[in-house]
T-cell receptor
Framework: NAGVTQTPKFRILKIGQSMTLQCTQD?????MYWYRQDPGMGLKLIYY???????DKGEVPNGYNVSRSTTEDFPLRLELAAPSQTSVYFC????????????FGPGTRLTVL | AQSVTQPDIHITVSEGASLELRCNYS??????LFWYVQSPGQGLQLLLK??????LVQGIKGFEAEFKRSQSSFNLRKPSVHWSDAAEYFC?????????FGQGTTLQVKP
């Protein structure tokens, strides 16, 4: 049972490039989340999904897009990378809304130069 | 707006000493409260959570936390710290299905 997996672990992008951060969970959870963590800060919610085909914005959605075509996968897309998007990105999943536990992936460290 | 404050950015304790990490929240209703731990290079792991009932909550790895409504606090405690507890600790409040995190407290453990 792998839980929540994220790829890649590390990535360096140039300003203006695009990329997709992958997130997969094998726990059959309906709810999935993307967070970013900046140095010295807590995590901030970017987008979340309550099931396949249903997504909604979180606290800091600008510059990102998501889709949820299957229960297992919740990719995060950066269309035009900017230095402000340099961060560590965490994907999480839960079987239900709070107070159900959210399970986190190991993170993707992204640097935009 | 809902918020979480962890007043201590960095704490150092000696191995075997007791630990208390502070967390204050701002939330209008009865909150869902969480403590997560993040080891270096790892994702977050849930230590414990409170959503109703007994205000003293037991978690994994020997941690406990106490919900005090009158003080809007949810402090994390451990009676005897181990070197492996060195990590970053996050307090969070649940708000309409989403987690709002504090800025975190880094725990360093001295031998």
């Amino acid at each position: 049972n792998a839980g929540v997996t994220q790829t890649p672990k590390f990535r360096i992008l140039k300003i203006g490039q695009s990329m997709t951060l992958q997130c997969t969970q094998d726990m059959n959870h309906n709810y999935m989340y993307w967070y970013r963590q900046d140095p010295g800060m807590g995590l901030k919610l970017i987008y979340y999904s309550v099931g396949a085909g249903i997504t909604d914005k979180g606290e800091v959605p600008n510059g990102y897009n998501v889709s949820r075509s299957t229960t297992e996968d919740f990719p995060l897309r950066l269309e035009l990378a900017a230095p402000s998007q340099t961060s560590v990105y965490f994907c999480a999943s839960s079987s239900d809304f709070l107070p159900d536990t959210q399970y986190f992936g190991p993170g993707t460290r992204l640097t935009v130069l | 707006a809902q918020s979480v404050t962890q007043p201590d950015i960095h704490i150092t304790v000696s191995e075997g000493a007791s630990l208390e990490l502070r967390c204050n929240y701002s939330y209008g209703a009865t909150p869902y409260l969480f403590w997560y731990v993040q080891s270096p290079g790892q994702g977050l792991q849930l230590l414990l959570k409170y959503f109703s009932g007994d205000t003293l909550v037991q978690g994994i790895k020997g941690f406990e936390a106490e919900f005090k409504r009158s003080q809007s606090s949810f402090n994390l405690r451990k009676p005897s710290v181990h070197w492996s507890d060195a990590a970053e600790y996050f307090c969070a409040v649940g708000d309409t299905g989403k987690l709002i995190f504090g800025q975190g407290t880094t725990l360093q453990v001295k031998p």
